[in-house]
């Protein structure tokens, strides 16, 4: 939900970062299991509800992050106008496998290991947005 900002702290060049999923109870809490990983990586989950693509208002310079190339398929078919703001989350760590596994109900072990190829995914992203000395509008 407020990955990217709880990670760049308050100087920031970004509106807001939000998590949605593809197939979602709107105002579902996040699994508990991923709350309590996310702790152990500093992140707060208590307040992520679920989301759905639909909801937001994407504008034409948003960056839109994909775990899986099934997602980008579906993403790509499901709103074409935004298929070129479609990236997979990994494409900036190629040490990373391609697809990061969706961990729900998986336990402990493969959630903690997602939540660590996300912050190695987007640590070149948190360091960029880190280095600006300016806040958004």
Do not use: W
Request: glycine letters at 6%; one cysteine or more; aromatic letters at 4%.
């Amino acid at each position: 939900y407020e990955i990217m900002p709880s990670l760049v702290g308050s100087e920031m060049c970004i509106r807001d970062s939000v998590s949605v999923g593809l197939d979602t109870q709107a105002g579902r809490p996040a699994d508990p299991l991923a709350r309590e990983v996310a702790l152990e990586f500093g992140l707060s989950l208590e307040r992520h509800r679920a989301r759905s693509m639909d909801t937001l208002p994407l504008g034409a310079d948003d960056i839109i992050f994909v775990m899986d190339h099934e997602q980008m398929a579906t993403l790509t078919r499901r709103y074409p106008a935004q298929a070129s703001q479609l990236y997979p989350v990994t494409c900036l760590a190629p040490k990373l496998p391609k697809d990061i596994t969706d961990p729900n109900g998986e336990g402990p072990l493969l959630c903690k290991q997602v939540f660590s190829q996300l912050a190695e995914a987007l640590s070149p992203v948190v360091e960029a947005l880190s280095s600006h000395t300016h806040r958004a509008p």
